[in-house]
């Protein structure tokens, strides 16, 4: 057999792998055909001038994949039971490349062709009202962090292993249950937080563990699109309720002639308005839940940030029923990239809940478990806050005052006292789109708060405005840019 | 109004907390009932010796609760549209405790019942054979992971933020696109890698898009039961294919009458029978899945860990079609804690993937992704895989002497040449609930293989040893202590 094998006795890549490779590619190409008997190993390492040896781990090698076929006492050949033809265009690819997956989305896949993603990253215009929701990061304590990670590392003997328990590491939701009982009037125990990532898995866990196809939830309208996204994703049917000052207009539950599954509300500051849900409300969307069996899921995911009042408790608190799941977020209290939030849910819930993060993606990651736990234990998290609490306040007030000031009737504020954004309406004749484009063209990013409305259409004029990570200089300058925009525009 | 308020001027509560507490307790309590006028804030403050500042701060607390109403030009009431039994019964807690939520779990949350949890953390017997796919832990270069983290922390003004991809990462999708083209001669661009929570998530959000109630998927019969569990909580129906010693037999599928949707399989190294799947069935299985639309799910979990011979290459990289999709884990080559994995897709499913992704968790977190693609990029993960690949194989030989100098005739080893498990059948007349108990008598932790099997009963005798966390010298007592057993049971 002549077989010319090209072998670099000087590269950098071992002998034994350029001679699997040679020898494959020849099988590949064709220029061994199957069945044709290969060179005994002797034989083969004379001729190319190798060690027995190397030819042994190349053959053992092909002979393992398939590629050659050894007949006892009788020799080694090229592998007679592969198809020649299916051989032959291994090297070009064996498979059209132009063959189109004949697969199929199931009905979750297909319904999220209409998910709004994220805007590439890109050059963003230097004042952003549009991180609604966005901390202030250049104050957050990444030194302290640091350390806080570094010495979990310490551990690394626990920390690195496969969770021992998807609910999450048991001083971290100890530290949040107490957390919780204290600051947002929360009950729970330890046993009841579940850790999560970030407030979004925990809506899509309750969405998926409770929603059946055609199922009802109820939202707010305005609300969070994003859990619209999520509970239209697992087939449900939303229900939008209109919002008042004092959040949910609770009294047309009962209008509702077909059964309910959930009701998704933001009570603490309902997102986007910024209304506190009344205690009037409360009470009666607890009763109303109790009456139909429905479940009520409570996000609470800026109650931290009230300015001019105390914190409203939680509205799982007024209430010893099973009925409320409760969800909060460390992404605005800390950082987003975290991705880090928990769900309090009713005791016997907690086991359909564990397998379903389990299932999922098994625990949340553990080092940052550890970090957070000592953060809060320590009383760093309640610092943070209380010197968040000043800042935003003061920037919310730099806006609104900004905004009064600049704007005068031209704008409504809407749910100015609480929260990391303001909902403002402008009264113009310009479009959405127009508005958002001229901010733009003058160095401001402006959101629309249309996505927000299940009909965009009502949300005409309403936007956005986030301000806790811009300076109360950039905050002046980049409402009387607006302000330009309005003026130009009056008719 | 003669009305007993507790204020103690000497608290660290501040007085206007106090006085909210007291009269919202008041009103709880039905001592203030609806429709009561409430006194003057003047006169509250005379009465009680405290700033009228104090109680105003109070009353707009309670008004903005709902607890309180003003009538202009009247005064404050305490609310009337409150029903009076609601609001009496809040103290004590207002609907009966033992109601039970009536809220059915949906299709998916009511399959989870039969998933099995990990067992709770506890103490373990000393000689731990049941970690099959645990890394060494105490080799990990947990100080040069601390240092990578810190660095990353330097970036707080970015690394903090929202996650501006939700497919992860740019640097360190081209750090796994470079790595899985060049050690496992996959296919791929960057654009294709999606970062994941572990090869778990990658799993589960396969299922989700691409999976419906009813659906067939073929998974190897044994198999990785977690992956299976999936594919059932998705409502899907598994077929179980059999595994000889050269992978699924592939030959078998053309028997299957009815239309597949997705194979699932871990060509590389057979979970958990570590049976290389051999180059003829790889072609046909491809050829397989183009003739029928089905799509491939290639897990290639431990790939990294071969011993004898060089790594066979990805299924994945042996067609130019788009019928495979391909899994990686972080978990076994770092530390599982870690939860980080990766998707290869082909680029006509990256949009879908990456809006899932993004509902269900918008990304993972953004420090660790920072740190790992240093991590890869200044070459530690080629070193650690290496020294780990040296380690492992050692104590894997160790294993396998062991095994065969103490048991002898009466232990088979299965796929002993790869991977950081062996399988083993045990010839004796114990069940497998004793010979586990009995080991665990001598402090050895020994888990059956039965859960890989569609029917348990197949599994009988099988068992899973990790020996990649274990001292040769605990491994060899280990094996000591389970050829007593064995002797012991002799007939």
């Excluded at 040896?53 to 590629?67: H, I, N, R, W």
């Excluded at 484009?437 to 009909?455: P, T």
Aim: a negative charge; proline letters at 7%.
């Amino acid at each position: 057999m002549d077989l010319a094998l090209k072998l670099e006795i000087t590269s950098t890549i071992p002998l034994h792998r350029q001679l699997y490779d040679e020898l494959r590619q020849a099988i590949l190409s064709g220029r061994l055909v199957s069945g044709q008997r290969m060179p005994s190993t002797r034989s083969l390492a004379k001729t190319l001038g190798i060690s027995r040896a190397t030819v042994l781990f190349s053959y053992d090698q092909l002979l393992s994949e398939g590629y050659l076929s050894t007949v006892p006492a009788s020799g080694t050949f090229v592998a007679c039971q592969l198809p020649n033809e299916l051989l032959r265009s291994t090297t070009a690819p064996p498979i059209s490349s132009t063959f189109p997956p004949c697969i199929e989305l199931s009905s979750y896949g297909a319904t999220l062709a209409t998910v709004e993603l994220p805007p590439a990253p890109g050059q963003k215009p230097l004042i952003n009202f549009g991180c609604y929701g966005r901390p202030a990061f250049d104050e957050f304590p990444i030194h302290l962090w640091r350390r806080l990670l570094s010495r979990a590392c310490r551990l690394s003997n626990t920390i690195l292993d496969y969770p021992a328990d998807p609910l999450g590491y048991k001083p971290l939701r100890e530290a949040i249950a107490c957390y919780l009982t204290q600051s947002r009037a929360v009950r729970c125990e330890p046993e009841q937080v579940i850790i999560v990532n970030g407030s979004q898995q925990a809506l899509d866990l309750i969405a998926r563990l409770f929603l059946n196809q055609g199922d009802r939830v109820v939202m707010e309208n305005p609300g969070y699109f994003e859990a619209r996204y999520i509970f239209q994703a697992q087939g449900a049917e939303v229900l939008p309720i209109p919002v008042d000052r004092s959040g949910l207009i609770v009294e047309k539950l009962s209008t509702l002639t077909i059964p309910v599954k959930l009701v998704y509300v933001t009570p603490s500051h309902q997102f986007p308005t910024g209304a506190a849900l009344s205690l009037s409300r409360r009470l009666a969307l607890l009763a109303w839940a109790q009456q139909t069996g429905a479940m009520i899921l409570e996000d609470d995911y800026d109650s931290e940030f009230r300015y001019d009042e105390r914190p409203i408790p939680a509205l799982q608190g007024l209430t010893s029923s099973d009925s409320v799941i409760y969800i909060g977020t460390f992404s605005k209290v800390l950082f987003p990239s975290l991705r880090m939030g928990y769900l309090v849910v009713p005791p016997q819930l907690v086991p359909v809940v564990a397998r379903a993060k389990w299932l999922v993606d098994r625990q949340s990651p553990l080092l940052e478990q550890h970090a957070l736990t000592d953060f809060i234990n320590e009383g760093h998290l309640e610092s943070h806050i209380r010197r968040m609490r000043i800042l935003y306040a003061e920037r919310r007030r730099t806006l609104v005052q900004a905004l009064n000031q600049y704007l005068g009737n031209q704008v409504t504020i809407i749910g100015e006292n609480a929260g990391m954004n303001a909902m403002v309406q402008f009264h113009i004749q310009l479009s959405d789109e127009e508005m958002s484009d001229r901010a733009e063209q003058r160095g401001v990013e402006l959101i629309s708060a249309c996505s927000c409305y299940m009909n965009a259409e009502d949300g005409k004029g309403m936007f956005l405005l986030g301000c806790t990570d811009l300076d109360s200089e950039v905050i002046q300058e980049g409402v009387r840019r607006l302000a330009e925009i309005l003026n130009a525009a009056e008719p």
